[in-house]
């Protein structure tokens, strides 16, 4: 079944993408800015009229991979798995003359 991007040409297709990233990382660094606020300000709980923010710490362990990597050399290689993947970028274009 045909999403609503179906028909949509491409280079507006490029256009809304762009703008929608744009638009996505602007509210995300404005999140960080906010929750880098609620922690300055040392809160574990924070009401307002529509959310409940909550703050808990939590430890994680993770593998040094490059570590492992330099102290056991080519006997890793039957544990590594391959995956593809595709990667899209995104940036502002040179505005063409008229």
Request: glycine share 6%.
């Amino acid at each position: 079944m045909p999403n609503q991007y179906h028909n949509m040409p491409t280079d507006l297709l490029a256009d809304e993408i762009g703008s929608a990233d744009s638009d996505i990382k602007a509210r995300v660094e404005m999140l960080d800015e906010m929750k880098e606020e609620f922690r300055r300000r040392g809160l574990n709980v924070c009401r307002g009229a529509d959310y409940i923010v909550t703050a808990s710490e939590s430890t994680s362990k993770r593998l040094d991979t490059k570590r492992l990597q330099a102290d056991l050399g080519d006997a890793l290689d039957g544990y590594y798995t391959e995956s593809t993947s595709t990667r899209i970028l995104i940036k502002p274009a040179a505005k063409q003359a008229a």
